[in-house]
T-cell receptor, first 113, second 115 residues
Framework: DSGVTQTPKHLITATGQRVTLRCSPR?????VYWYQQSLDQGLQFLIQ???????AKGNILERFSAQQFPDLHSELNLSSLELGDSALYFC????????????FGPGTRLTVL | AQSVAQPEDQVNVAEGNPLTVKCTYS??????LFWYVQYPNRGLQFLLK??????LVKGSYGFEAEFNKSQTSFHLKKPSALVSDSALYFC?????????????FGTGTRLQVFP
């Protein structure tokens, strides 16, 4: 168990809908990262937050947004969902010192029908 | 641009035999290198990392990896494979010169250990 928790574990929804994925980092970790794992794109970095502020953006669609709250948990919001958004979404956290290991949560499997 | 290559989609090995999962990288400056393992329906578990120092890094579950700067490689090894090692293995890289902390992942190598 990495200490990173994600909810829900599974999510099934329809095209056009909006969903929210939640992540709680390991105790003491200030950085939260979101990654998407899909069959065709592999593991792709979406976005990073550090202590409530956005630090870096990757291949994140405009329909997607995220935030990190004062208690350091993070939410990833996916809207106007398309079939191609079906994927496994991982959250990771680190203490944000140089070369820190990122520890991954169990992921949320999103299925868009 | 940073990149990671895992040239083998799948590696098959008999239980008790040594295993190697290959990884090569391209990054500016000295890299930070990582190996993660993913079991079915599970998240990624950290195995080991190379930051600096000894080129041979030891990690969890008896795995080790050797950093080779001249060949830009970071192959994962284990002297004696177990059936329970069967999983998907990812190599990842981060450049200290990058303005982000994101990990760049390889495409993954599926390790199958046969009894």
């Amino acid at each position: 168990d990495s200490g990173v928790t994600q909810t829900p574990k599974h999510l099934i929804t329809a095209t056009g809908q909006r969903v929210t994925l939640r992540c709680s980092p390991r105790s003491g970790d200030l950085s939260v990262y979101w990654y998407q794992q899909s069959l065709d794109q592999g593991l792709q970095f979406l976005i990073q937050y550090y202590n409530g502020e956005e630090r870096a953006k990757g291949n994140i669609l405009e329909r997607f947004s995220a935030q990190q709250f004062p208690d350091l948990h993070s939410e990833l919001n996916l809207s106007s969902l398309e079939l191609g958004d079906s994927a496994l979404y991982f959250c990771a956290s680190s203490q944000d010192r140089d070369a820190d290991t990122q520890y991954f949560g169990p992921g949320t499997r999103l299925t868009v029908l | 641009a940073q990149s990671v290559a895992q040239p083998e989609d799948q590696v098959n090995v008999a239980e008790g035999n040594p295993l190697t999962v290959k990884c090569t990288y391209s990054v500016s400056g000295n890299p930070y290198l990582f190996w993660y393992v993913q079991y079915p329906n599970r998240g990624l578990q950290f195995l080991l990392k190379y930051i600096t120092g000894d080129n041979l890094v030891k990690g969890s579950y008896g795995f080790e990896a050797e950093f080779n700067k001249s060949q830009t490689s970071f192959h994962l090894k284990k002297p004696s494979a177990l059936v329970s090692d069967s999983a998907l293995y990812f190599c990842a890289v981060r450049s200290p010169r990058s303005n982000t902390d994101k990990l760049i992942f390889g495409t993954g190598t599926r390790l199958q250990v046969f009894p």
